[in-house]
């Protein structure tokens, strides 16, 4: 008795078809277009999950940098500041205080300053 794969066949195109539904033309019809389309889908999402905290790492930066300058001391010097004086606090964190809260950010911004003795 042979073993007749049909049914998994089926199945294994009919979930790929399914994923690729909205996409463009025969890209979203052809079973070896679609597929490969799906592949590169795949592809671009997992690389642009770790892009994404690249680019939300640098708006932290960014953030903290042009509030620190406000207060008179660099990016570098600030984080280098919090190091010495050994406050633990991530970018993200001080970011959202350079934003939302710069009163609280000021008091992390002093005591940078008297670890750096500026």
């Given at each position: ?36 389309a ?32 406000n ?10 500041g ?12 001080l ?15 002093n ?8």
């Amino acid at each position: 008795m042979r073993v007749k794969n049909a049914v998994n066949a089926k199945k294994k195109r009919r979930k790929i078809l399914k994923a690729v539904k909205g996409y463009h033309g025969a890209l979203s019809r052809r079973y070896r277009l679609a597929k490969q389309a799906y592949i590169k889908a795949k592809k671009h999402a997992y690389v642009g999950r770790k892009l994404k905290k690249r680019d939300f790492r640098k708006l932290w930066i960014t953030r903290i940098n042009i509030a620190a300058r406000n207060e008179g001391l660099k990016y570098n010097e600030l984080i280098h500041g919090l190091k010495l004086a050994g406050v633990t606090i991530n970018r993200k964190m001080l970011s959202e205080l350079a934003v939302n809260d710069p009163e609280s950010f000021k008091e992390y911004v002093n005591i940078a300053k008297q670890a750096i003795g500026k």
